[in-house]
């Protein structure tokens, strides 16, 4: 038996083994995005610039083309905001830990001093009701904050 | 590999990213054409996929396929159809998939030796399988993964 290289993989080996924890070997390739010369907007595409292989790292400095070797960052259109405004009428909720915008429909109960707790919870069945009705799973309904309490219902 | 999340591409130019390194399997694309629905009888969802692949529908044969429902009223037409001209686009998990199998295999060959004592076949002392000791063994082997070098 002769042992070759395969043809298209010039790394010797390839072994499989499991450390102390279990764990095979960690593989990685580290690319850089890049974009053509001519058209950066479009044809962008991934080059191989090196790996890393159980602790060891071999990377290839010359073929990384950051950001600024590739456009001027006075071109780059970048908005620093937290989120996007709501138009007049909504408002903001933080619902799977982004920010979305609401429309606020209906104010409930007049009385809010008195029945702040049973309008809450009220409140909180009609939304648990509306969410329900929109797919919303309840892992991402605790994640709502208890704190839009004052007896609105968002409605999207 | 080519997945660059949508409208991002503006900041993301020049951005540095890791990924699992998976290798093609040498010899996988060759395997794959040449399994046709007539001589792939092992495998229980080939019917199904090659049903789907050239969306037709295949004679039900067996009875038990009757409940088997299928969108498409085009008979399929196996002497025509082939897997060798389709496009392929093989799946980078698929060395990940394969090796897992060989590490299985080669903790059931130690396992098979210790237990079995070198015997041929199946000794009573591994029929009944003690997974605590086979995962000992799946944990202790080494081998060369399917995308590591070729012995022929």
């Known amino acids: 038996m002769i042992v070759i290289e395969s043809s298209m993989n010039l790394i010797s080996g390839e072994e499989v083994w499991f450390d102390e924890n279990g764990d095979g070997p960690a593989r990685y390739d580290i690319l850089n995005l890049q974009g053509n010369a001519d058209d950066i907007d479009h044809h962008l595409h991934y080059v191989q610039v090196g790996t890393w292989s159980t602790g060891k790292l071999t990377l290839n400095t010359s073929a990384i083309r950051f950001f600024s070797d590739q456009r001027p960052f006075e071109e780059i259109n970048v908005r620093r905001f937290c989120s996007e405004a709501c138009q007049n009428g909504h408002v903001k909720v933080n619902l799977f830990e982004q920010f979305h915008c609401y429309l606020l429909l209906k104010i409930f109960y007049r009385n809010i001093q008195t029945t702040n707790d049973a309008v809450g919870n009220v409140i909180h069945v009609v939304m648990l009701l509306y969410l329900m009705k929109q797919h919303v799973s309840l892992v991402h309904l605790v994640s709502l904050p208890m704190k839009i309490k004052p007896l609105v219902v968002f409605f999207r | ?152």
């Open chain 2, 1 to 152: 590999m080519n997945v660059i999340p949508n409208n991002t591409e503006s900041v993301a130019l020049g951005a540095i990213t890791v990924k699992a390194r998976s290798l093609r399997v040498p010899g996988f694309e060759q395997y794959f054409r040449q399994l046709h629905v007539h001589n792939n009888t092992r495998n229980v969802w080939f019917r199904e996929y090659w049903q789907q692949k050239f969306a037709c529908q295949l004679n039900n044969f067996e009875t038990n396929d009757v409940h088997q429902t299928n969108k498409y009223t085009r008979s399929c037409r196996p002497e025509q159809e082939s897997l060798t001209t389709v496009p392929y686009n093989e799946d980078p998990k698929l060395a990940f998939v394969i090796n897992s199998i060989l590490a299985v295999v080669h903790g059931l060959d130690k396992m098979h030796k210790q237990v079995c004592n070198g015997s041929r076949g199946l000794c009573t002392e591994m029929t009944r399988m003690n997974s605590s000791l086979l995962m000992q063994f799946l944990k202790s082997s080494r081998f060369t993964g399917i995308t590591g070098r070729h012995i022929r």
